[in-house]
């Protein structure tokens, strides 16, 4: 063999995989099926090490189940609507689509040269229109079946870029593009009935076995379901229409310890106030905050006494006064609330600021009243006595006073138990131009009405400008403006586009049969689905893959998936990140300057740039562009070739952690594998009749790598399976076996190095005599008598302390294990002559020796 080539020997061997075809998904019924896939990208330039890593992950499984007979789904797509490619046109010019093709295009070229298993011939961006074409046509079937509507709702509005922002666009209350203050506006929205699913999506979590736990439990808490009471307090001085405020509490047994109700500054009740200029300001003034949970429970608890006042339900000479207040969600519960301040640390502010009343309802086991500096919120399970309880002056569980306050109302009449879900209804609108239409046309005879599907797609026009702020598609005439397609009149069209992550709650599906006049076809779908094995960040441990399930649920309703995949990704697995260090020097006014991993000279003296200068290194870190520790793929795979690429971001640490990146480490993998290559290249100049006395040995070790590697791969152990490979290649440099022994096993290794070094992998499959190519030959089996150990290693003890080990027959009688033990020189170099007192054998555990 020549030497070791990777420029030479990957691209090559990456055109015959393409000329046979080894990749590409069939559905094949006399074959199990195995659907791996990995979150798709968002094309944003350039891939970075961290997909390398995940890629690679998705590929060593798709390529493992080839070689064990599966046909096997490994696609990929773009995740290729949203903000970013509309701002790069605001800020350079040019146009979102060109954009974001010539990334996809840049990204696909860069992808390419990793040797991934991977079928290019189901490719598809989102932005495509036969792909939004028929998410349209999904809409369209969602609102047939109530599972789509719209309703007004607050979001948070940037006044300069006249568009809504997601929470994580919003800033220390700044639009994060424009830096204008952030506004709470009242818009009128679309929505998908994800709440009608909530107790459906949080039970099924307990089926999700091959799931992490971590996921399932941030998807049971986001879901957040609660068991609580409402009712409704009779208001005095309260507007007609507004004889009652509904209120929902998931902590009834608190409610003798009351001192105020609040509503949300979105609550009906406070819109109808809002006619007194006091309170239109007071309102104006908590809408100039984020919508977020969050944001509202860490902004500054601020309040405005509406002079009206509700009756106790338990008293009706007991009168709270009703305040607005700025904390209160509207879209949760009712946006109303009871204000227990002894109990709940915002309230408890809340009452400080304005000087309420603060009386505890109960404390803590064995403790008397007495006022209180902060709020006590002891858990529900804890014991607590209450002093102001249902059940009188008793100890109890915050959890048992909640059940006897439900059922105190109940049996009084004056509230009901509910349970309710945090989980709220998907906002999908969004007001901009690059993202997939809504489908449906506002006639002022007919109302909203869906576009005919033989319409669609609903495409975006190519002819828009962003030299002015807002949504383009607003201000464009000859798209917006249309005629009905229920009675003809004029009409215009929905201008807000879809939520981007629609566009990737059913990309899965859409692989299945990418080229289909349908968003799915009923073979294809049922043969595919489910995925076998999803891959993807823990960063989407909650929105997407809950929205990818509701989804998958509001397909089956209607027609789209089978039943068996309204949970559809089998298993999941959430990979850790690629970090790097950080190379910073400072400006002369003292600000961190960064500088690439290239631009930087490692030595035993420290770093320094290549002209000298000192450089600061700092810990590992995510790797960041705006930090410049980024490692290219690309000048690693040139350097060193992909494969060495693949073998270091999968050897280094559990895939389920962080890896460190290291020039040391790339130098250390290549290393390897050119190890390996000269051993494929000595083993092949050896004569056809050579012999040696290792052949049973290397027969055992050749058996065990491959059961090791197989459990390693299938466990997501690949760090395991690769600490094994590594093994096995010193056994084999070392090993003195017959011509056919060592040829046997330098095959096997490649073929369990393949799903990490494809292209090496090949090579010395070829040049070894093996059938076909490596990437479609069967997965080596290990003979099971080959797994008995029919030997044990045994410890030796002297006096307590290891000092030797020997390795035995396993059924050898103990009084020849004890001559052995005895005879061995490293025994007999601590022994010094002195006599031995007594020796313990343990069968294949230890020996045991007292002198």
């Given at each position: 063999?020549?030497?070791?080539?990777?420029?030479?020997i990957?691209k090559?061997w990456?055109?015959?995989w393409?000329q046979?075809?080894c990749?590409?998904?069939?559905?094949?019924?006399?074959r199990p099926?195995?659907?791996?896939?990995?979150?798709?990208?968002?094309p944003?330039?350039?891939?970075?090490m961290?997909?390398?890593r995940?890629?690679?992950m998705?590929?060593?499984v798709?390529?493992t189940?080839?070689?064990?007979g599966y046909?096997?789904?490994?696609p990929?797509?773009?995740?290729?609507?949203?903000?970013p490619?509309?701002?790069?046109?605001m800020?350079?010019?040019?146009?979102?689509?060109?954009?974001?093709?010539?990334?996809?295009a840049?990204?696909r070229?860069q992808?390419?040269?990793?040797?991934?298993?991977?079928?290019?011939?189901?490719?598809?961006?989102?932005?495509?229109?036969?792909?939004?074409?028929?998410?349209?046509?999904?809409f369209?079937?969602?609102?047939?079946?109530?599972?789509?509507?719209r309703k007004?709702?607050?979001?948070?509005?940037?006044p300069?870029?006249?568009?809504v922002?997601?929470?994580?666009?919003?800033?220390?209350?700044?639009g994060?593009?424009?830096?204008?203050?952030v506004?709470?506006?009242?818009?009128?929205?679309?929505?998908?009935?994800?709440?009608?699913y909530s107790?459906?999506?949080?039970?099924?979590?307990?089926?999700?076995?091959d799931?992490?736990?971590?996921?399932?439990?941030?998807?049971?808490?986001w879901?957040?379901?609660?068991?609580?009471?409402?009712?409704?307090?009779?208001?005095v001085?309260a507007?007609?229409?507004f004889?009652?405020l509904e209120?929902?509490?998931?902590?009834?047994?608190?409610l003798?310890?009351a001192?105020?109700?609040a509503?949300?500054?979105?609550?009906?009740?406070?819109?109808?106030?809002?006619?007194?200029?006091?309170?239109?300001?007071?309102v104006a003034?908590?809408?100039?905050?984020?919508?977020?949970?969050?944001?509202?429970?860490?902004?500054?608890?601020?309040?405005?006494?509406?002079?009206?006042?509700?009756k106790?339900?338990?008293?009706?000479?007991?009168?709270?006064?009703?305040?607005?207040a700025n904390?209160?969600?509207?879209d949760?519960?009712?946006g109303?609330i009871?204000?227990c301040p002894?109990?709940?640390?915002r309230?408890?502010?809340?009452?400080?600021?304005?000087?309420?009343p603060?009386?505890?309802v109960?404390?803590?086991?064995?403790a008397?009243?007495?006022?209180?500096?902060?709020?006590?919120?002891?858990?529900?399970?804890e014991?607590?006595?209450?002093?102001?309880?249902f059940?009188?002056?008793?100890?109890q569980t915050?959890?048992q006073?909640?059940?006897?306050a439900?059922?105190?109302?109940?049996?009084?009449?004056?509230?009901?138990g509910?349970?309710?879900?945090?989980?709220?209804?998907w906002?999908?609108?969004?007001?901009?131009?690059?993202?997939?239409?809504?489908?449906v046309?506002?006639?002022a005879?007919?109302?909203?009405?869906?576009?005919?599907?033989?319409?669609l797609?609903?495409?975006?026009?190519?002819?828009?400008?962003?030299?002015v702020?807002?949504?383009?598609?607003?201000?464009?005439?000859?798209?917006?403006?249309c005629?009905?397609?229920?009675?003809?009149?004029k009409?215009?069209?929905?201008?807000?586009?879809?939520d981007?992550?629609v566009?990737?709650s059913?990309?899965y599906a859409?692989?299945?049969?990418?080229h289909?006049?349908?968003?799915?076809?009923?073979?294809?779908?049922?043969?595919?689905?489910?995925?076998d094995?999803?891959?993807?960040?823990?960063e989407h441990?909650?929105?997407?893959?809950?929205?990818?399930?509701f989804?998958?649920?509001?397909?089956?309703?209607?027609?789209?998936?089978?039943?068996?995949a309204?949970?559809p990704?089998?298993?999941?697995?959430?990979q850790?990140?690629?970090?790097?260090?950080i190379?910073?020097?400072?400006?002369?006014n003292?600000?961190?300057?960064?500088?690439l991993p290239?631009d930087?000279?490692?030595?035993?003296?420290?770093?320094?740039?290549?002209?000298g200068t000192?450089?600061?290194?700092?810990?590992?870190?995510?790797?960041?562009?705006?930090?410049?520790?980024?490692?290219?793929?690309?000048?690693?795979?040139?350097?060193?070739g992909a494969?060495?690429?693949?073998?270091?971001?999968?050897?280094?640490s559990?895939p389920?952690r962080?890896?460190?990146w290291?020039?040391?480490?790339?130098e250390?993998?290549?290393?390897?594998l050119?190890?390996?290559?000269?051993l494929?290249?000595?083993?092949?100049?050896?004569?056809?009749d050579?012999t040696?006395?290792?052949d049973?040995?290397?027969?055992?070790?050749?058996?065990?790598?491959?059961?090791?590697?197989?459990?390693?791969?299938?466990?997501?152990?690949f760090?395991?399976a690769?600490?094994?490979?590594?093994?096995?290649?010193?056994?084999?440099?070392?090993?003195?076996?017959?011509?056919?022994?060592?040829?046997?096993?330098?095959?096997?290794?490649?073929?369990?190095?393949?799903p990490m070094?494809?292209?090496?992998?090949?090579?010395?499959?070829?040049?070894?005599?093996?059938?076909?190519?490596c990437?479609?030959?069967?997965?080596?089996?290990?003979?099971?008598?080959?797994?008995?150990?029919?030997?044990?290693?045994l410890?030796?003890?002297?006096?307590?302390?290891?000092?030797?080990?020997?390795t035995?027959?396993?059924?050898?009688?103990?009084?020849?294990?004890?001559?052995?033990a005895?005879?061995d020189?490293?025994?007999i170099?601590?022994?010094?002559?002195?006599?031995v007192?007594?020796?313990i054998?343990?069968?294949g555990?230890?020996?045991?020796?007292v002198?």
């Open positions: 063999m020549s030497r070791y080539d990777p420029a030479v990957e090559k990456q055109d015959a393409d046979a075809g990749f590409t998904a069939r559905r094949d019924p006399a099926k195995y659907y791996v896939l990995e979150m798709f990208p968002y944003s330039g350039r891939i970075h961290g997909h390398v995940n890629y690679t998705g590929d060593v798709a390529r189940k080839i070689a064990q046909s096997v789904l490994h990929m797509g773009w995740d290729a609507f949203g903000m490619a509309e701002n790069a046109a800020e350079r010019g040019g146009h979102p689509k060109e954009w974001t093709y010539g990334n996809i840049d990204m070229d992808m390419k040269p990793l040797g991934l298993s991977i079928d290019w011939s189901r490719e598809f961006a989102t932005c495509d229109p036969e792909y939004y074409g028929q998410q349209q046509a999904m369209i079937d969602m609102m047939e079946k109530g599972l789509v509507y007004n709702a607050v979001v948070n509005w940037d300069v870029d006249m568009t922002l997601a929470n994580e666009q919003v800033i220390d209350g700044k994060w593009r424009s830096g204008a203050a506004e709470r506006r009242e818009l009128t929205q679309w929505f998908f009935k994800i709440s009608d107790e459906d999506l949080l039970t099924a979590l307990d089926g999700l076995k799931w992490p736990e971590k996921v399932r439990l941030m998807q049971a808490n879901i957040g379901q609660s068991r609580g009471l409402q009712f409704a307090f009779e208001t001085g507007p007609a229409g004889e009652r209120v929902y509490t998931t902590r009834p047994d608190t003798l310890g001192s105020f109700a509503i949300s500054p979105d609550h009906p009740l406070a819109k109808a106030l809002e006619s007194d200029p006091k309170v239109a300001a007071f003034e908590c809408r100039k905050g984020g919508t977020s949970a969050e944001e509202i429970e860490t902004a500054e608890k601020i309040g405005f006494d509406t002079g009206i006042r509700v106790h339900p338990l008293d009706p000479n007991w009168e709270l006064p009703v305040w607005i904390f209160i969600l509207m949760y519960g009712t109303a009871f204000g002894g109990h709940d640390q309230d408890f502010d809340f009452a400080t600021k304005y000087g309420l603060i009386k505890p109960f404390v803590a086991e064995g008397d009243e007495a006022p209180l500096a902060e709020a006590f919120v002891p858990m529900k399970s014991r607590v006595r209450y002093v102001r309880g059940a009188g002056d008793a100890v915050g959890d006073a909640v059940a006897a439900i059922a105190h109302a109940e049996t009084n009449g004056y509230g009901q509910v349970t309710k879900y945090r989980l709220r209804d906002g999908i609108s969004r007001q901009r131009y690059w993202g997939c239409p809504i489908p046309i506002h006639c005879t007919c109302g909203v009405v869906a576009e005919k599907k033989e319409n797609p609903v495409r975006l026009p190519d002819d828009v400008t962003f030299d702020p807002g949504n383009p598609l607003d201000r464009h005439p000859t798209w917006r403006d005629t009905c397609p229920k009675c003809g009149a009409a215009r069209r929905e201008t807000d586009t879809m981007t992550f566009d990737s059913w990309y859409r692989f299945t049969s990418p289909a006049a349908t968003p799915t076809d009923a073979a294809d779908v049922d043969y595919w689905m489910n995925v094995q999803y891959i993807g960040g823990i441990a909650i929105l997407h893959l809950l929205y990818s399930r989804f998958a649920r509001a397909m089956h309703k209607t027609g789209h998936l089978p039943a068996k309204i949970e990704f089998n298993a999941l697995f959430t850790g990140m690629v970090t790097h260090e190379y910073m020097t400072r400006d002369g003292g600000r961190p300057v960064y500088h290239e930087v000279i490692r030595s035993e003296s420290g770093a320094t740039l290549k002209d000192p450089v600061e290194v700092i810990p590992s870190a995510k790797m960041s562009k705006s930090k410049k520790n980024v490692v290219d793929p690309m000048n690693i795979i040139a350097q060193f494969d060495t690429a693949r073998w270091f971001v999968m050897s280094d559990p389920e962080d890896v460190e290291t020039a040391s480490g790339a250390a993998a290549f290393k390897h050119t190890r390996v290559w000269n494929c290249s000595r083993i092949g100049e050896l004569p056809a050579h040696g006395p290792d049973d040995m290397l027969r055992k070790a050749t058996a065990r790598a491959i059961h090791d590697v197989t459990q390693g791969i299938e466990t997501f152990a760090n395991k690769i600490a094994t490979l590594y093994a096995f290649t010193n056994t084999l440099a070392k090993a003195d076996a017959s011509t056919p022994v060592m040829k046997e096993a330098i095959r096997t290794l490649a073929k369990l190095m393949s070094t494809p292209h090496i992998a090949e090579s010395i499959w070829t040049y070894q005599g093996g059938d076909g190519l990437a479609t030959a069967p997965w080596p089996k290990a003979d099971p008598a080959l797994l008995v150990d029919d030997t044990v290693t410890p030796i003890q002297i006096n307590g302390k290891r000092r030797a080990e020997i035995v027959p396993k059924e050898m009688p103990a009084s020849e294990v004890e001559k052995i005895l005879a020189e490293a025994v170099r601590f022994l010094a002559g002195q006599p007192k007594k020796i054998v343990v069968p555990r230890i020996i045991n020796v002198v």
